[in-house]
């Protein structure tokens, strides 16, 4: 029974292994082969209302925010005249993190937001969206190609959202828009833009197995921005790369759990107890990472690990089996056999 239980274990794992690192995401940062990701998503509003990506008939902006954060109010009041300005614009305002309908509508009130608010309690489309930093501007095309995706509030966002949204919905070709966003780089490079794009080149690094230059990359990064939660996550990913678990664990634990999606926070700490030898505390990480996670492929794979290091083979084995099933080629198999 044991051995056939390893059997189980190890084809699991070997498909799993297999379809995770096929199926990877790829950063929205650096997409592959100049190809741009497609934006397509359906939900409920605070109206019940159905929402749907793409419009068909116009472009799309979604404004990710967080209700207590001073930043994501900016982003609004930034956006809102230049989707005034623009017209016939599918606008969404995503409330990340838990608060009720009645708070939510109280601030939208306030806000004078036009268009549907969705609440988004478990970062369930913050996932689906890799939206890790708020407030995240999203901006695609009529048939839903995305053409920008804005972390953060910079000293230009308004004038660099303005020429994503105009060139969005065809009023400027792309010549313009580069031409536009020279001109705007120009007046304003903070220092959160530069931090931005040291981020931006560590994620491609990191991708590639560069672990010493994306490392480098982020330091850089962190000395202009010293309290940027991305450039912290991705230094953590990295320590833990290089075999620094202790390390990636001292800044997960600086981090405030508020600025982090949960499942990302938990997903985190259950590597660095993992890596550390701490299993019975890895495991109870990855579980809560498991239930709050959007894509939990990579979840499951780790939690499948820490049960074969406890030598509990058949719940490893199903975790396996479930890291692969929330894969795109698990779940093709799994829509064959129904």
Do not use: C
């Amino acid at each position: 029974m044991k051995l056939r239980n390893l059997i189980t274990a190890a084809t699991s794992l070997a498909l799993a292994i297999s379809a995770v690192a096929q199926t990877a995401p790829v950063p929205s940062s650096a997409p592959a082969a100049d190809v741009p990701p497609t934006v397509k998503w359906s939900t409920i509003d605070l109206q019940g209302q159905k929402i749907v990506v793409p419009a068909g008939d116009r472009p799309t902006v979604i404004l990710f925010v967080r209700a207590d954060q001073p930043q994501s109010q900016q982003a609004v009041r930034q956006s809102l005249p230049v989707i005034q300005a623009t017209g016939k614009v599918q606008s969404i305002l995503v409330l990340s993190g838990h608060q009720d309908q009645v708070t939510a509508q109280k601030l939208t009130q306030q806000l004078q937001w036009p268009g549907a608010v969705v609440l988004d309690p478990e970062y369930t489309a913050s996932g689906q969206m890799q939206i890790h930093v708020w407030p995240t501007t999203v901006v695609a095309n009529a048939g839903g190609e995305q053409v920008a995706h804005l972390a953060g509030v910079s000293n230009s966002y308004a004038n660099e959202f303005g020429a994503y949204l105009a060139f969005a919905a065809g009023r400027i070709d792309r010549a313009a828009l580069a031409q536009k966003l020279a001109t705007s780089n120009v007046v304003g490079d903070s220092n959160e833009q530069m931090a931005s794009r040291h981020l931006q080149v560590a994620e491609r690094l990191l991708d590639k197995g560069r672990l010493d230059e994306a490392r480098s990359e982020l330091s850089e990064g962190l000395k202009r921005e010293p309290g940027s939660v991305p450039l912290k996550v991705a230094m953590a990913k990295v320590l833990l790369q290089q075999g620094d678990a202790k390390g990636a664990m001292t800044l997960i634990d600086g981090l405030e759990p508020a600025t982090i999606a949960p499942w990302q926070f938990n997903l985190l700490r259950g590597k660095a107890a993992l890596a550390q030898g701490q299993v019975d505390q890895a495991i109870v990480y990855l579980q809560e990472a498991v239930k709050l996670n959007p894509n939990p492929a990579e979840v499951q794979y780790d939690l499948g690990r820490a049960y074969q290091q406890k030598g509990d083979h058949q719940q490893a084995a199903t975790a396996f089996r479930a890291a692969f099933e929330a894969t795109a080629t698990g779940r093709g198999l799994v829509g064959v056999k129904k």
